[in-house]
């Protein structure tokens, strides 16, 4: 469906932007791809990686400006949105700045797309999106409750809203991986609490869930892959394996265990061979035959936790991915 088409991406120059463009140009042969994002040296920098390649494009602007976004969204068919302010603790201490991006950002970014005739937005969201206990989670989880709404918004136009919801990203600037690689030879990995889990997503299968969500969504719903989970002991042991570990404590607003589906989203939640929709409660959306499709409904008291989860990533699977990926992690 993206064939021919114009794509822009707000937050483009960021880890997942870095995988998302090439991996799109190189699967569909589109129109235009544009990377829409506020710093001009992150654009310079990317500009160099594609030549002469005619079809990307870059925007130098902000979600929180809307005469911007009204400029940039002209002629443009899908967008996915991947800006904003996420680090847990620049949040807390800016509050009112993570609230201009992820949540004055998003609106703008709704109303845009349907004053443009934009055919389809994927937005990203995050696990602390649910039973959010941080300012970050927070905003994203207005964010998403904002762009399900943004469906009915629409009225009669085409334009629909779509989210995907994933973990920790392996290897993404500033998460556990680069961080732990840059203290490899020091002998001391600092660990926050010896129980604490996460949820194991490259970018690459985050890149699949957002062609997936395009390709299926109706609007309304939050697409959740199925992914492995490794206690943070064990992404220590894989990069410094003699290391001894110092339990710092957890920071501020940081959760033990990560969780994508809550018990109370269980009741709006379906099951799929490779993930989870969380379909929309309002307008009685979550009983749409089309939406459901062949999905079938989870029990109860089910919640999708990084704890809970019945698929590990072992050491050794993430030592070899480390070693096939060390060139790039934590360079985008």
Not at 156 to 172: A, I
Not at 267 to 277: C, D, I, N
Request: charged residues 25%.
């Amino acid at each position: 469906m993206l064939t021919n088409s114009s794509i822009l991406i707000t937050g483009g120059t960021g880890s997942f932007g870095h995988t998302f463009v090439p991996l799109t140009l190189a699967k569909y042969n589109l129109r235009r791809l544009v990377i829409y994002s506020r710093d001009e040296m992150k654009q310079w920098e990317m500009a160099k990686l594609y030549g002469d390649d005619k079809r990307v494009r870059f925007f130098i602007g902000d979600v929180r400006d809307k005469d911007r976004l009204s400029r940039a969204l002209n002629g443009i068919n899908y967008v996915v949105h991947a800006a904003a302010t996420k680090i847990v603790p620049t949040a807390e201490y800016n509050p009112f700045e993570c609230v201009k991006t992820n949540v004055i950002g998003a609106m703008n970014l709704i109303d845009t797309c349907i004053d443009q005739g934009v055919k389809r937005l994927v937005a990203l969201s995050t696990d602390k999106a649910s039973s959010p206990v941080n300012l970050y989670g927070a905003t994203k989880l207005t964010s998403d409750k904002l762009f399900i709404a943004g469906n009915s918004y629409a009225g009669k136009n085409d334009t629909r809203f779509g989210v995907v919801r994933y973990g920790n990203v392996m290897g993404s600037r500033g998460s556990v991986i680069p961080f732990f690689l840059s203290l490899a030879d020091k002998g001391v990995l600092p660990i926050t609490d010896e129980r604490m889990t996460r949820f194991m997503i490259s970018l690459e299968q985050g890149v699949d869930l957002v062609w997936h969500a395009f390709d299926d969504m109706v609007g309304g719903e939050i697409y959740v892959k199925k992914i492995p989970s490794m206690k943070v002991t064990d992404i220590a042991r894989a990069i410094a394996p003699d290391a001894r570990h110092d339990i710092v404590g957890i920071r501020p607003g940081e959760k033990l265990h990560e969780q994508m589906i809550s018990a109370e989203d269980a009741l709006y939640t379906y099951e799929y061979a490779e993930h989870y929709k969380i379909l929309p409660a309002i307008h009685k959306w979550c009983q749409d035959p089309e939406r459901i499709g062949a999905g079938r409904l989870v029990p109860p008291d089910f919640t999708y936790c990084s704890d809970n989860n019945t698929e590990w990533m072992s050491i050794e699977t993430l030592r070899g991915w480390i070693e096939q990926n060390r060139e790039k992690i934590g360079k985008n």
